[in-house]
């Protein structure tokens, strides 16, 4: 009998069920493998770009919107173009060196060319602490608290995370603060902008009717795409160990954190040109445009801005000064990690602390002009700037540098294009200067 049995044919469709199952089965194994890989990686560009919409930031696109309404839009997204470019190479050079900015500038060009990258970056980058400081100065203020509490407590408290904290438990803490960004973007529809001419304006560039137009395109391209952003974020990837075999995921962040850059860029100046622009009101303290908000969303509206421009500041406020004891320790040679022990001295964390403790006693001044402090520290990053993206372009394209990673041609000629906007930039802005005396 059993030589004889019919074996029963199982039925096509369950075939045809158990297939499918296997490849739902390995696609959402290979979803979850491609969330996880993208998690490892997830850091560097977002931190470096949402910390470029720091109080400097947040002050120059408020300007740009309040003095010049949507007509300046479009340097907008002509940064935030440029953002992606300059952070995605930065990123592919540390990963394919292993070194942060400075510390490949002394490799290829001799320790005197690196001394001098460390100065210029210092003397910039020191502004721009002293006006994330001022950004937490300005926020407090919109509750009453004075600076001289303010910012000696948000500078011990920053300190205490960065020099106490493991690299992954700073970096948890940030992408906490940098969320508080969003905030912004509510600002930009409450403040029911024409949106009309926020699509054209930003799409169609106008040339600037006078040199204070001039002043902020320069002041807006040294916000979105400073200085102290590209060495951090070759310094901070090469310390998170990205690696060339990660930039397709590391790609995928880097153009996350730039695009929320410059929308929450174009939201600040969206709600400035439709709010505080009909009224002829220039910007000369964060509560002009809380005060601008209110009639659209009340009291809350100082909530909004305030508790977005303490999360901006408290972010920036740990980036800048990192990025500068990044740059500072590479370019004496001492290692530059916030892994490395701080129960031993390390010129790292003593660079870090040295810069707040300075800014922190400066802003701490009384009766400082907070706007104006960070409107100049962004139109000195927009002028230093030019040195900076060619120094990237020269090692991105050194073989001896990059290897086989070396960026393409035609990837390489779209960063040279950008170096030529940037000096153009510059340029008109010097001639626009000279010509109004």
């Not at 770009?49 to 720091?54: E, F, P, Y």
């Not at 400075?102 to 602490?129: K, Q, S």
């Not at 500078?155 to 904290?165: A, D, M, N, Q, R």
């Amino acid at each position: 009998m059993n030589a004889h049995r019919k074996h029963k044919r199982p039925h096509p469709m369950t075939h045809r069920r158990h297939g499918i199952s296997r490849k739902f089965a390995q696609s959402r194994t290979a979803g979850k493998g491609a969330l996880v890989a993208f998690l490892a990686v997830l850091g560097p560009g977002l931190l470096a770009g949402l910390s470029d919409d720091d109080p400097a930031g947040i002050a120059t696109y408020s300007m740009l919107g309040a003095d010049h309404g949507y007509r300046l839009l479009w340097i907008i997204p002509v940064s935030t173009v440029l953002l992606v470019y300059f952070h995605l190479v930065a990123v592919h050079i540390g990963a394919a060196t292993g070194k942060g900015f400075v510390a490949i500038i002394r490799e290829r060009w001799g320790h005197g060319v690196g001394y001098i990258a460390v100065t210029g970056l210092l003397f910039a980058n020191f502004g721009t602490i002293c006006a994330e400081y001022a950004g937490i100065s300005a926020a407090a203020s919109l509750v009453g608290i004075p600076s001289w509490i303010s910012t000696p407590v948000a500078g011990i408290l920053i300190s205490l995370v960065v020099v106490l904290g493991s690299f992954h438990r700073v970096e948890g803490v940030l992408l906490v603060i940098s969320s508080t960004l969003a905030l912004y973007i509510i600002d930009g529809v409450l403040a029911r902008p024409d949106w009309s001419l926020v699509v054209r304006n930003s799409i169609i560039p106008h040339a600037p009717a006078n040199p204070a137009g001039w002043l902020a395109i320069a002041a807006t391209l040294g916000t979105t795409l400073a200085p102290w952003g590209l060495a951090f974020i070759q310094s901070y990837a090469v310390d998170k160990k990205i690696k060339v075999s990660d930039m397709r995921m590391e790609r995928i962040d880097v153009i996350i954190g730039s695009l929320l850059t410059g929308v929450i860029g174009l939201a600040i100046a969206v709600a400035c040109a439709a709010t505080l622009h009909p009224a002829g009101i220039h910007v000369d303290d964060a509560r002009d445009v809380a005060i601008s908000l209110r009639p659209l969303a009340g009291s809350f509206a100082t909530v909004l801005f305030g508790a977005g421009l303490l999360g901006a500041s408290l972010l920036a406020a740990a980036i800048v000064p990192l990025a500068t004891a990044y740059s500072i320790a590479e370019g004496i040679g001492a290692p530059a990690s916030l892994d490395l022990d701080a129960r031993q001295f390390q010129f790292f964390y003593a660079a870090f602390i040295g810069l707040t403790v300075a800014a922190v006693s400066v802003v701490s001044l009384p009766n400082l002009p907070l706007i104006p402090l960070m409107y100049a520290s962004q139109v000195v990053n927009a002028i230093l700037l030019p040195l900076h993206a060619i120094a990237i372009q020269m090692l991105a394209s050194d073989p001896s540098i990059m290897g086989e990673s070396k960026p393409g041609k035609l990837m390489l000629a779209a960063g040279w294009f950008g170096v030529v906007l940037i000096v153009a930039c510059i340029g008109a802005l010097a001639v626009s200067w000279i010509t109004s005396r």
